[in-house]
């Protein structure tokens, strides 16, 4: 019953920042408070939801991983060079989804067969992916591949955008594998005591693979809304993307100390971030100081983890 109390009142701690941050933002710009600056901030956050709801499920287990952005950036570029080169915008976007689960299972091998630090291992792959996707695009972002497809994602669905739908299926679909499926209860079975999990039969290292291979899903979805946002792949892309999407699973009462997490939190940890970003941006705030108001989101997030954890 305490841990309960203690949940709900950060969750309503969350959201009343949430809420607060918006007022403030309110009252600063008359910018804020419209329709279309509202559809943005949610657009924005579509692509952070989309990776951080798979680093919300890594964290969950007790481990990380760094190499999301450049997940993301190597499978919109693989991506984008299939429409370039006249493939079916769908073949070439499942393909993308098929490059990410294989990126990400690579990882969860590593971590799970191999025994090795996760940590470690995504910084790794981090530098790996990164250097693939540089390599095989020259360094060059690749440009109107396919306008059919920017269209489409930049579509509205009763006046939702397309990625905004998009990263809620995801985020709904995790949502409903944490609480009714086998799955999601081992998740925090081995993000709680990993030990005890495997000497009750449970496969911990096919769990570890699985995983980090929805990690690597969910990234190259983000790598999918993002470039029908931006009509471009960029060798650059998600450069940053892991602290913003460690940022929205720690501001959701995600512990890197494994066994727990939200993905309600993470979508609220996410607008938090995009709000703020869109606010500080709206106020002409340089770019680095949004990056240290990251940064000390996620320090208080973690005193207030230690803080509820006693």
């Given amino acids: 019953m305490k841990k309960l109390n203690v949940n709900l009142s950060r ?13 403030v933002f ?9 329709v279309s600056n509202f ?5 924005q956050a579509a692509i952070n939801l989309c990776v951080a709801v798979g680093m919300t499920f890594v964290i969950i287990t007790g481990g990380i991983d760094l190499s999301v952005g450049s997940v993301m950036a190597l499978s919109g570029m693989i991506m984008a060079q299939m429409m ?12 993308g989804l098929a490059v990410g689960v294989l990126l990400g299972a690579l990882n969860g091998v590593m971590i799970a067969k191999m025994r090795l630090q996760p940590f470690l291992v995504t910084l790794g792959t981090m530098s790996a992916y990164r250097g693939i996707n540089l390599i095989i695009s020259n360094g060059l972002p690749v440009r109107g591949f396919s306008s059919a497809y920017v269209n489409f994602m930049n579509s509205l669905n009763s006046f939702v955008p397309l990625p905004i739908i998009l990263s809620l299926i995801l985020a709904v679909a995790a949502m ?11 998740l925090f079975a081995l993000g709680g005591n990993e ?10 290292a096919k769990m570890k693979i699985m995983t980090y291979a929805f990690s690597g899903f969910c990234s190259a ?3 999918v809304i993002f470039l029908g946002r931006l009509g471009a792949a960029d060798p650059q ?15 959701g009462g995600a512990s890197l100390a494994g066994g727990k997490g939200s993905i309600v939190g993470t979508i609220i940890g996410c607008l938090i971030l995009q709000t703020l970003n869109n606010g500080l941006t709206l106020l002409n705030v340089q770019s680095f100081y949004q990056t240290f108001a990251i940064g000390v989101i996620v320090l208080i997030a973690t005193m207030i983890d230690r803080y509820s954890s006693k």
Avoid: C, H, W
């Avoid at 370039?84 to 393909?95: E, K, T, V």
């Fill in 26 to 34: 309110t009252l600063l710009t008359n910018k804020f408070l419209s």
């Fill in 11 to 23: 969750k309503f701690g969350i959201i009343a920042s949430l809420l607060a941050l918006m007022l």
């Fill in 237 to 251: 892309a998600g450069d940053g993307y892991e602290m913003n999407a460690i940022a929205a699973a720690a501001i």
């Fill in 221 to 223: 979805l983000a790598s």
């Fill in 176 to 186: 409903i594998v944490l609480k009714y499926f086998k799955f999601g209860q081992y």
């Fill in 195 to 204: 030990e005890a999990t495997r000497l009750s039969g449970i496969n911990t």
């Fill in 39 to 43: 559809l943005n901030i949610l657009q």
């Fill in 84 to 95: 370039d080169g006249g493939m079916n915008p769908l073949a070439s976007a499942i393909a």
